[in-house]
C-alpha cells in the first residue's frame, strides 16, 4: 500500500525510481487533500502532499503554510515557484487567480459571482457555528448563506436534512420560503382561533427583515406584517407604542 501522506524524497528518483514515480502519479494529492502537486516545506526541506501529513509526521513544530515558495508537480516532478495562489490569504483556489477576487473586510476569497455578498469582518476567521470547527484552516468547503455567516456545507446540509432553515448564528432564513409561508397562511385561515383569542395581539420581531409589527396572535405562527415572514419570535412593544 503506498504510504500516501508522508513526505516524499525526490532525490532517490536520479536514476529514474520506478517507485518513487509509482507514488506520486499513482496518487494524486493524500488522504487530506486531492491535488497534482506537492510543496516543499520551508522548515524541513522535505517534499509533502499537503501542511496536515507535514504535521501529523513532524510532531516538533507545525507548518507555516504562508512560508511555503515551492511545490513539484505531480505530473513532471518539476520543482517550481508557487502559483494561482492568493497573495492575501495563502490560500490556493483551483480555477485560477481570475476567478476569484479578494475581499479585504471578510478576509477571503471569493467566486467573482459573489461581488454581492454581505460583507462582515473576518467571516471565515470563525469556527462553524454546527460542528464548532475552524473554517480558515477546516478541509471541509464553506457555504455563504445571504446573512454572510459561514457555515460547513456539509453542516449546512444536515441542518435542511433536519428541517431547520435558519441561520443558527443570527436566525435569517438561508433558503426562499414563499411557499413555506404560503401554506401556512392556508393552514391558519382554516384554523381559526377560540373566541377568546380571536382578537388577541402580540409584539413580534422578523428575524428576516428584522422589522417590529402588532399582529393576531396564533398558535401556528406569527405572521410579519412587512415581508410576510414565519420566521418570526415574540418582543416588546416599541416604547413609542407607550404600551
Known sequence: MTDVGKSVD??????????????????????????????????????????????????????????????????CKERQ??????????????GGRDNFFHCEKCGLC??????????????????????????????????????????????????????DYRCPICGVS????????EMMDEEIASTPMPPEYADHKVWILCKDCHSVSEVRFHVLGLKCMKCNSYNTCGTSAPESTGS
Open 10 to 75: 525526490l532525490s532517490s528518483s536520479e536514476s529514474g525510481s520506478e517507485d518513487t514515480e509509482c507514488e506520486i502519479k499513482s496518487n494524486y494529492g493524500c488522504n487530506h487533500y486531492k491535488r497534482r502537486c506537492l510543496f516543499v516545506s520551508p522548515c524541513c526541506g522535505k517534499i509533502y502532499p499537503c501542511r496536515l501529513c507535514h504535521d501529523e509526521e513532524i510532531t516538533s513544530h507545525s507548518l507555516d503554510r504562508h512560508a511555503v515558495r515551492e511545490i513539484v508537480c505531480s505530473e
Open 110 to 163: 471569493l467566486p467573482k459571482d459573489k461581488t454581492t455578498h454581505k460583507c462582515i469582518e473576518k467571516a471565515s476567521h470563525t469556527n462553524c457555528p454546527v460542528c464548532m470547527e475552524d473554517i480558515h484552516t477546516s478541509r471541509d468547503t464553506a457555504h455563504i448563506p445571504t446573512c454572510g455567516h459561514l457555515i460547513h456545507s456539509l453542516c449546512y446540509k444536515r441542518l435542511l436534512r433536519m428541517g
Open 81 to 94: 515557484l508557487i502559483s494561482k495562489k492568493c497573495t492575501k490569504c495563502g490560500i490556493c483556489r483551483v
Open 174 to 181: 438561508t433558503v426562499a420560503m414563499n411557499s413555506t409561508w
